[in-house]
């Protein structure tokens, strides 16, 4: 069995690859040829943006538990 601490980190990896997807494949962050800094930066910013502005973004819902509390 997993410990609780395990379960919410293997959640937040899930959340965190999922956002990283959401990046490079809807916002088009990755690109490999700039042929300035201002122009990966400018990418970079607008894809960042554009993210923001997605109707709906991954979250990671967790209930924080008081392990005094707890009855085992």
């Known amino acids: 069995l997993m410990d ?3 379960k919410i980190l293997l959640r937040k990896r899930a959340l965190i690859e999922t956002v ?3 990046l490079k494949n809807v916002c088009y962050i990755e ?3 700039h042929r300035s800094i ?3 930066a400018s990418n970079l910013v607008a ?3 554009a993210y923001n502005l997605l109707p709906k973004k991954p979250s990671l819902n967790i209930d924080i538990i008081d392990k005094s ?3 085992a």
Do not use: A, Y
Request: hydrophobic content about 35%; aromatic content about 6%.
């Open 31 to 33: 690109h490999t040829r």
């Open 47 to 49: 894809g960042l943006i």
């Open 4 to 6: 609780l601490h395990d």
């Open 38 to 40: 201002d122009g990966f």
């Open 69 to 71: 509390r707890l009855i």
């Open 20 to 22: 990283n997807d959401e």
